[in-house]
């Protein structure tokens, strides 16, 4: 185990949330589920989502997931950006700037590594302009990120 994983809270969902976390990210796997109680309750769940150990609890409604925790997921192309929001969004809300909440109300971003190095361009305009246009959009289009790069805004 990692010396450091984070920790999910969530009402009843953790077992579930899990399997579909791991479906979605390849090198994924489930460590453990622990069960309660003579109906076997699940209490905690132990997983790795692409290598990243995660930890989640059923802990019932008292506290509730927000945006202050997201998981950053560095998309390699607008294709695994497209995959990965569409899964992620169903049941969920859209947020802005590549953020969504799941429908268990864990919040991702889901952005493509090409947005980092556009806004790392030494020019300032061109950063600039990238992120005016990032700011923008609540699904991150590499295309758009591209075309304002290069001075082509809408």
């Avoid at 989502?49 to 609890?57: F, R």
């Avoid at 059923?58 to 607008?78: I, M, R, W």
């Avoid at 992120?131 to 959009?137: C, E, S």
Wanted: charged share 25%.
């Amino acid at each position: 185990m990692s010396k450091i994983t984070p920790f999910l809270w969530f009402d009843s969902q953790a077992e579930e949330a899990m399997h579909f976390y791991i479906s979605l990210f390849p090198n994924s796997r489930v460590h453990s589920v622990s069960r309660v109680g003579e109906a076997g309750e699940v209490t905690l769940v132990s997983f790795e989502l692409d290598g990243q150990p995660v930890m989640g609890i059923n802990g019932g409604p008292h506290f509730k997931l927000t945006e202050a925790f997201s998981f950053y997921v560095d998309c390699a192309d607008q294709a695994e950006v497209d995959r990965l929001w569409e899964r992620l969004l169903e049941g969920g809300e859209a947020q802005q700037c590549g953020w969504l909440k799941d429908k268990y109300g864990l919040s991702w971003q889901v952005i493509p590594r090409e947005l980092m190095e556009l806004m790392q361009d030494p020019d300032p305009a061109r950063a600039g302009r990238v992120m005016r246009a990032m700011l923008q959009m609540v699904k991150i289009d590499v295309e758009g990120l591209r075309r304002a790069h290069a001075g082509e805004e809408d």
